[in-house]
């Protein structure tokens, strides 16, 4: 038994008065990012020392308003929210002087993911019901998909959470906390998972899960969006003409934001399902490949189709998903030879072409080249524990 935080998102249906806060304190808090890290860098310019996020905090609301009286705007939108936005700077800043991230970049309007946080400071907030939940500001907001998120009353504690904006959409996710989580004991053998551009997964029980991008499906709703985004710039071409009105571009804007937004919930839930179900054969461990998804991307030929498979995205939630099952995800390491490696004899083929889908070895042996490579992570002797 242990205690375990686990995330829920689900979208809420907010009236129009909590539309208009969460569109404010979304802004806001994008505005003072900003300002943050403009802040620091002037500071930068003129030799002057680093401001870290509590001090610029402190700077901010005791000293920078009061003397801006066209700034007062700033406290109007939650103070929780605003403060994790200094702090998101803050982390972007350390992660750069550690040389794990680029420079942190301005966010703009209408492209960057900005969110509005919020956090259970009394005991009434962020109380849930069956269709809907409690968040500081706004209120009760009404849930789209009834039952859904943990109810107060099951004793699951809401800790925290987040409110997004995307296609017009509005989704809240909540951090939960989940007392008393039972750990399964898993005494199947493990197995080893090949992740590809060909297939999505070949794993070595023999099953295969196919590329969804090269679905019919799929392929119809990219060419829907091709032809919107071409739309899209013929209106921005119009518009500097002056044939055309930026409320036009705007319904145009959103058109293509849904059909991105309908594209990637397609992609996550097959990876959803596909990881399920992975999990569902309890496997004792797990195996899978430390791809190098960055440096597949520098290749202009394959770039769109590794982004369109999610490999990260899928390490992720596999990860979370053996955590919750008490299963051990196996880490191996990107230069071992899995595709290389004779699962017969053990002999290492380093003449073997990426166009060779068969592996034939000299032994005899042959076998789909995906599938020896899965069968090869599953016995794998050295590798890391995610």
């Known amino acids: 038994m242990r205690k375990l935080l686990k995330s829920f998102k689900t979208e809420i249906n907010p009236t129009a008065e909590q539309k208009v806060k969460i569109s404010k304190t979304i802004g806001t808090c994008r505005y003072v990012y900003n300002f943050y890290l403009g802040h620091n860098k002037s500071l930068h310019d003129k030799g002057e020392k680093f401001m870290t996020g509590k001090s ?219 990881i399920a179900e992975i999990v569902k054969t309890k496997p004792s461990y797990i195996t899978i490949e430390d791809l190098n998804v960055s440096g597949m991307m520098k290749n202009r030929h394959l770039s769109e189709a590794v982004a369109s498979q999610k490999f990260y995205e899928f390490r992720t939630k596999l990860k979370t998903k053996c955590d919750d099952n008490g299963i051990e995800l196996r880490i191996v390491d990107r230069w071992y030879p899995s595709s290389k490696i004779c699962h017969c004899c053990g002999n290492i083929k380093k003449d073997l072409k990426l166009s060779d889908r068969i592996y034939r070895c000299d032994c005899g042996y042959v076998e789909d080249r995906d599938f020896n490579a899965s069968i090869n992570l599953r016995d794998a002797k050295t590798y890391e524990i995610a």
């Open 56 to 274: 610029f905090s402190v700077w901010l609301n005791n000293e920078y308003i009061p003397n801006n009286p066209d700034k007062v705007w700033i406290k109007e939108a939650y103070s929780k929210a605003v403060k994790k936005s200094i702090e998101d700077g803050y982390t972007a800043f350390t992660r750069f002087f550690k040389h794990q991230s680029a420079f942190p970049n301005f966010k703009k309007k209408g492209k960057s993911d900005v969110k509005m946080y919020f956090v259970k400071n009394n005991p009434k907030d962020c109380c849930c019901e069956r269709h809907r939940l409690n968040i500081p500001t706004l209120g009760w907001v009404r849930l789209k998909e009834k039952g859904y998120l943990p109810t107060t009353k099951d004793g699951w504690k809401i800790k925290s959470g987040t409110v997004s904006i995307r296609a017009g959409r509005y989704y809240v996710s909540v951090l939960v906390d989940i007392p008393n989580v039972k750990i399964a004991n898993n005494s199947n053998d493990g197995i080893g998972i090949d992740l590809g551009l060909k297939d999505l997964a070949i794993v070595s029980n023999g099953k295969t899960y196919k590329n969804i991008n090269k679905s019919a499906r799929l392929r119809k709703i990219e060419k829907q969006l091709r032809r919107e985004q071409r739309c899209l710039s013929r209106k921005y071409e119009n518009f500097k003409k002056g044939k055309s009105t930026q409320k036009n571009i705007q319904k145009q804007k959103l058109k293509v934001q849904k059909l991105h937004h309908r594209i990637d919930n397609i992609r996550t839930n097959y990876i959803n399902k596909t």
